[in-house]
């Protein structure tokens, strides 16, 4: 089976590239050969070019749109997604898995590209991909460009060239980056049906998400060094539609949502403090990476399960007091 993944998304990346200034962005080729799309670190970025790379990180699988709301007497943007093949996008390309052990950050390297590497094995071979792409395109979650000898090793342990591959760089936080992350909603739900609850997520026919995407702030604007994924825990909501709601799901699906971890009254940046730097040691991990809201709805019943609220108000309640504790 192929889906094409690196196919789809290198021709999204091209078009990008072709529209360089109306996108905010710059392409590139590096010294190894490898073509670099900058999206936001010496290029602007822009949200636009946020919607582009969003729909590469699941192989041009989804239709996504960006829309303006008021929300405690802000304008915020939302992403709004609807994702086909769920499961296998989000997991297999979309997710930042590790593609080395020992790479500098856990991460850092998402994207189609990722099927030459099939990391985490289990993963892959839940779902029985493979795909041997002419050309790989990876989507890198940074501020600086990939070294070399990274792209030297990409290429040693994939077997392919480095002028086959192409990079697309987005700094988090940065408008680029912030409209992709909050597009990751979805995934934040099926990495725990299937790692943490070994649900199948391939009954998952289709899947849609609502997130709040992130102020873009400057280094000195943003003292709570708040994160994108505060936003998803406070704001996000996602729609499942299944065959059918079996017992399992129905059981598991009220510990999907943020209000229900142990981190619910925090920021993202307070959880890592309290962990010491360590995302798998933040209490109520990996549960408490999850939306504000999930629904589940069945196919042809259309009956229906919610849990959890839409919390943004208390995200910014929260950014009230902490601002004011600052003082």
């Known amino acids: 089976m192929s889906l094409r993944f690196n196919k789809r998304g290198l021709s999204l990346a091209k078009y990008l590239a072709e529209k360089e200034g109306q996108f905010g962005v710059k392409h ?4 190894s050969g490898s073509k670099l799309i900058d999206c936001g670190v010496y290029a602007p970025g822009s949200f636009e070019a946020g919607l582009i790379v969003a729909n590469i990180s699941v192989g041009g699988y989804a239709n996504i749109a960006l829309e303006r709301r008021a929300v405690s007497k802000k304008v915020l943007y939302y992403t709004i ?3 086909a093949k769920p499961g296998i996008t989000t997991l297999c390309i979309q997710g930042a898995f590790p593609i080395f052990p020992d790479q500098k950050n856990l991460f850092y390297i998402s994207g189609p590209g990722r099927v030459l590497f099939r990391r985490p094995e289990e993963v892959y071979e839940f779902f029985g991909y493979e ?5 790989a395109i990876f989507i890198i979650e940074d501020d600086e460009y990939p070294e070399p000898s990274f792209i030297e090793r990409l290429s040693k342990e994939s077997g392919y060239p480095p002028d086959m591959f192409t990079f697309i760089l987005m700094p988090v936080p940065s408008k680029c980056g912030n409209v992709v992350i909050s597009t990751k909603t979805i995934e934040l739900v099926t990495l725990n049906l299937l790692l943490t609850f070994n649900w199948d997520v391939r ?3 289709l899947a849609k998400s609502e997130a709040p995407v992130m102020h873009i702030f400057s280094g000195e604007q ?3 060094n708040l994160s994108p994924d505060d936003f998803m825990f406070y704001g996000g909501s996602v729609t499942l539609y299944v065959d059918e709601i079996d017992e399992k799901l129905e059981k598991v699906a009220p510990k999907l949502v943020f209000e229900n971890t142990p981190g ?3 920021l993202f940046n307070e959880m890592i403090a309290e962990a010491n730097g360590n995302i798998r040691e933040i209490d109520g991990y990996p549960l408490i990476f999850s939306p504000a809201k999930l629904t589940i709805i069945e196919n042809m019943s259309g009956k229906g399960i919610t849990f959890g609220h839409d919390n943004i108000d208390y995200l910014f309640h929260l950014i009230s007091q902490r601002e004011k504790r600052e003082k």
Do not use: H, R, V
Request: net charge negative; aromatic share 4%.
């Open 203 to 205: 009954k998952i026919t």
């Open 81 to 83: 997604m609807s994702l």
């Open 222 to 224: 943003n003292t709570l």
């Open 28 to 31: 590139e080729i590096l010294s």
């Open 264 to 266: 619910f009254g925090k």
């Open 131 to 135: 795909e041997k792409p002419e050309e």
